[in-house]
């Protein structure tokens, strides 16, 4: 059981440059990458994405990569073009408005194009040390979300472990609940009928009829069915967020059924206390890939 949250973060640096990287996640029905890099990076970004892929299958994403450079790879060219032609625009400014003041080099620095700004870095430079590090980072923001996982997975197990308990307290009033049900169907009818005589094979023949309306046993056997496939699930590898998701829904119409049929107030206590936990559970699963 893995956990979709994780946080992870590595520092790379060399007398050349210096390289953070930074990983963290959040629950998300889907996997969904976010990235907050420098431009210099976009040619790697699907190949970030695919290692991102072999250690998060679901979940909010996010990769922050930060760099400072120590070396200059950054040369400045002077336009000559483009100086000449602001050159005549000046000169053709200063006749038509009567004035003797010459362009300076601080106006020729406030124009576009007049100084040419060109990096030599190559962007494949940091390809060997991106990598390397990034692997470094999704390691262990893998072995921080299995970590939380294996946590979270323990207390989900206890809940469930509980929820057994009471479905099988419950199973115990079932003979209990046929009772409830006869009596209740006996004190009715004499208020209807006083002393008359009544059809006592047809009464009872009700009476079975209501047993059946009434029974949980059904509902008791698919929870059983679902905690064992529970158990399965939740010890095996890989996503199962969304199994565990399904089956739980599938646990809560199990209880709420029973809870609707219960004629007996331990019952529905134990009811009550089922879907708490179920709830946490849940609540658990929504974390989980």
Do not use: C
Not at 70 to 96: C, D, G, H, S
Not at 173 to 192: A, G, P, R, V
Not at 224 to 253: C, M, P, Y
Request: glycine content about 4%; hydrophobic content about 35%.
């Amino acid at each position: 059981m893995i956990s979709m949250t994780g946080f992870a973060s590595k520092e790379l640096r060399t007398e050349a440059l210096s390289l953070t990287i930074e990983v963290k996640s959040y629950n998300n029905r889907y996997l969904d990458i976010k990235h907050n890099m420098p431009s210099l990076f976009s040619l790697f970004e699907t190949e970030i994405d695919n290692r991102i892929k072999e250690v998060a299958s679901r979940g909010s994403v996010e990769i922050t990569i930060r760099y400072k450079q120590f070396i200059n790879t950054t040369t400045l060219t002077v336009n000559r073009e483009i100086v000449e032609e602001y050159t005549k625009a000046f000169e053709e400014i200063r006749e038509v408005a009567h004035i003797e003041d010459k362009g300076k080099i601080s106006d020729y620095m406030a124009l576009d194009g007049v100084i040419i700004q060109t990096n030599t870095l190559d962007p494949h430079t940091f390809e060997e040390p991106l990598f390397s590090l990034l692997n470094e980072v999704l390691e262990e923001f893998k072995k921080g979300r299995v970590k939380e996982g294996e946590a979270t997975k323990i207390h989900i197990v206890s809940l469930l472990e509980d929820m057994k308990k009471w479905v099988a307290t419950i199973q115990g009033y079932s003979t209990q609940i046929e009772e409830k049900l006869k009596e209740t169907l006996k004190t009715k009818m004499k208020e209807l009928m006083g002393n008359s005589e009544y059809d006592e094979g047809r009464f009872l023949q009700e009476i079975a009829l209501l047993l059946i309306k009434y029974s949980i046993a059904e509902e008791l056997n698919r929870l059983s069915t679902h905690f064992t496939s529970f158990d399965e699930i939740v010890t095996s590898l890989g996503s199962v967020g969304k199994k565990l998701d399904f089956l739980a829904q599938e646990i809560n119409r199990e209880i709420n059924t029973i809870g609707s049929k219960s004629m007996i107030g331990e019952v529905n206590q134990l009811v009550v206390s089922l879907k708490d936990s179920l709830e946490n559970i849940r609540e658990q699963l929504r974390n989980i890939e």
